[in-house]
Every structure is written in structure tokens, then in C-alpha cells.
């Protein structure tokens, strides 16, 4: 059901009520155009004129409102054409204007202005599905050359983004270098570190162990030359 609405509702099915109100008119109008050919033609010679007359001219404005859309300037005047073509056509095929009673032209001219009417509207309706149509196809224009222009950035994007990682990683890598390196120079600056304490150390006791040898020297030179004064007293004495 779903389906027989939409079609009912699109264009083509639009087209396809034109073409049988056409097809209809058709033989009115070669029925009309038979009764207005010279009555001393040959009648397949009036059959086929009028056939082939009404045929034209109806396939003539069915082309008219099919192509309406060419005619920019005059696109809302064609539905009027239409109308008023079809209801004066019927007007004349039913004999409205020759009518035996006020009843039976009133009803005529009733059904010539509902045929008129119908194809006016059919006219005016196709002429928005058309205009329906075309806004749709230059929306499904834009948005491919949306998408495309998008697709288009977005590939671009992709593109620069894959050029900063690259350059990321890379400089993850040189700050990693960096951290080792810092790292091993922190482990060497230590290790200098335990050297020089170490060094230092070693270097007060060192300097400890001179002290106190050099206090234990000078504590003895004293002492020897405390022995020696008293000898050399001793010695100048007796003298």
C-alpha cells in the first residue's frame, strides 16, 4: 500500500493522468474535426485527417505540458492554455451551444468544466512535481559535492594527521633518548659522587693520620731538644 501511495504521489503518475485525458481528447477532437471537414471528402480520407489532426494536435500539448518546464517565462500560463482548450474542446463536442433543453446544457457545460478544470489542475501539478523534481535533483547535486568536498577534506585531515603522529613519534623518541641520556649522566653524576665522598674520606684520613704523625714529630723534637738543653746545661757547669 505503502508503495501505490508513493507512486500515486510522484510525477509519473501525474504524466500518466495527462496522457489519458489526452488520449481522451483525442477522440473528441477527431470526432469534432470529422464533423468540420468538407462533406464532399472521401470519408476514410475525413477518418484519417481527423484522426491524424486530433492525434497532433493533442500529442502537441501533451508535449507542451510535459516540456513546460522550457518554457521559463510562461511556465504558469500553460496550465490555463490547457484548461481553457479542453473545456471549449468538449464545449463543442457535446453540442452544449446546440442544446434542446436550458437542463442538458447546463450539464454539459458542467462536464466540459470539469474536464477543463481537471486538466488545468493536472497541469498546475505537474508542473510543481516538476519543479518538485528538479529542486530534488540539485539537493542530491549539492549533497554529493558536499560529501565529496568533505570526503576530500576529511582525506586531507587524515593526511595531516598521519604527518603529526609521524612527527610525534618521533619526538617521543628524542625526549625517550633525552630521558636515558639524563638518566645515565644522573647514575655517572652519582656514582662521581660516592667516588668523591669516598676520595674525600680517605683524603681526612689521610690528612688525620700526617697530623698526628707530624704532632708525634714535634712532640719528640721537643723532647730531644729539651734532653739536649739539659745536657748542654750539665755540661757548662763544671767549667
Not at 54 to 76: D, G, P, R
Not at 95 to 104: K, Q, T, Y
Not at 124 to 153: G, I, M, R, V
Request: aromatic share 10%; glycine share 2%; with cysteine.
Amino acid at each position: 500500500m505503502l508503495k501505490i501511495a508513493e507512486y500515486i504521489n510522484s510525477l509519473a503518475f501525474v504524466v500518466l493522468c495527462v496522457l489519458f485525458s489526452q488520449s481522451s481528447l483525442i477522440i473528441d477532437t477527431a470526432t469534432l474535426l470529422y464533423t468540420c471537414l468538407p462533406d464532399d471528402m472521401l470519408w476514410f480520407a475525413r477518418l484519417l485527417s481527423s484522426c491524424f489532426g486530433a492525434f497532433t494536435l493533442e500529442a502537441f500539448l501533451l508535449a507542451i505540458v510535459v516540456n513546460m518546464h522550457l518554457f521559463s517565462k510562461h511556465t504558469k500560463a500553460v496550465p490555463f492554455v490547457l484548461g481553457a482548450s479542453t473545456t471549449i474542446m468538449k464545449l463543442f463536442f457535446l453540442e452544449a451551444f446546440s442544446s434542446p433543453s436550458i437542463e442538458i446544457a447546463c450539464k454539459r457545460v458542467f462536464v466540459a468544466c470539469m474536464f477543463g478544470f481537471a486538466s488545468f489542475m493536472f497541469g498546475e501539478l505537474f508542473t510543481k512535481k516538476w519543479q518538485e523534481k528538479l529542486k530534488a535533483q540539485l539537493l542530491t547535486l549539492f549533497e554529493k559535492d558536499s560529501k565529496k568536498e568533505l570526503e576530500l577534506k576529511l582525506t586531507s585531515t587524515e593526511a595531516e594527521l598521519g604527518e603529526a603522529l609521524i612527527k610525534v613519534t618521533f619526538f617521543e623518541q628524542e625526549l625517550n633518548n633525552a630521558k636515558n641520556e639524563l638518566t645515565k649522566a644522573q647514575v655517572q653524576l652519582g656514582e662521581t659522587q660516592l667516588q668523591v665522598t669516598s676520595m674525600s674520606g680517605m683524603f681526612e684520613a689521610t690528612l688525620t693520620k700526617l697530623t698526628s704523625e707530624l704532632e708525634k714529630y714535634r712532640l719528640e723534637a721537643e723532647e730531644k731538644a729539651k734532653k739536649l738543653s739539659r745536657k748542654t746545661i750539665k755540661i757548662e757547669e763544671p767549667a
